[in-house]
């Protein structure tokens, strides 16, 4: 069964940091490039970071400077290390998987239009909120 599950979420105040995991099981992990993606009420899905499966890195520019995709194939887990974090970052954050589509071609237009490019395999969120 093909599983991704990011953890590491929580609440935290304005300037704090948190390291949101995401462990991959069920397929084979180093072949996809992952990407973080985030949602809050009433706003569409937006990307925030990717990783391809060699580790080139890609981010969009809300995020730049203050977050680091990084990724750990021994472990099937990719991290998002936040840092500076801001109340507008508050939202779900879901990770993603890709082998052969936008997230490993064109990273930047899968995260900038993520409902127009599908992924192979999604997980399930987790909640981060940060309080001003």
């Known amino acids: 069964e093909v599983q991704l599950q990011a953890s590491g979420g929580g609440l935290v105040q304005a300037g704090g940091s948190l390291r949101l995991s995401c462990v991959g099981s069920g397929f084979t992990f180093d072949d996809y490039a992952i990407g973080w993606f985030r949602q809050s009420p009433g706003k569409e899905r937006e990307g925030v970071a990717s990783?391809?499966?060699?580790?080139?890195?890609t981010y969009v520019d809300s995020v730049k400077g203050r977050f680091t995709i990084s990724r750990d194939n021994a472990k099937n887990t990719v991290y998002l290390q936040m840092n500076s974090l801001k109340p507008e970052d508050t939202a779900v954050y879901y990770c993603?998987?890709?082998?052969?589509?936008?997230?490993?071609?064109?990273?930047?237009?899968?995260?900038?239009?993520?409902?127009?490019?599908?992924?192979?395999?999604w997980g399930k969120g987790t909640q981060v909120t940060v309080s001003s």
């Open positions: 993603a998987a890709d082998r052969l589509g936008a997230l490993r071609s064109s990273p930047l237009l899968a995260l900038t239009y993520p409902d127009t490019y599908g992924m192979d395999y």
């Open positions: 990783i391809s499966k060699s580790g080139v890195t």
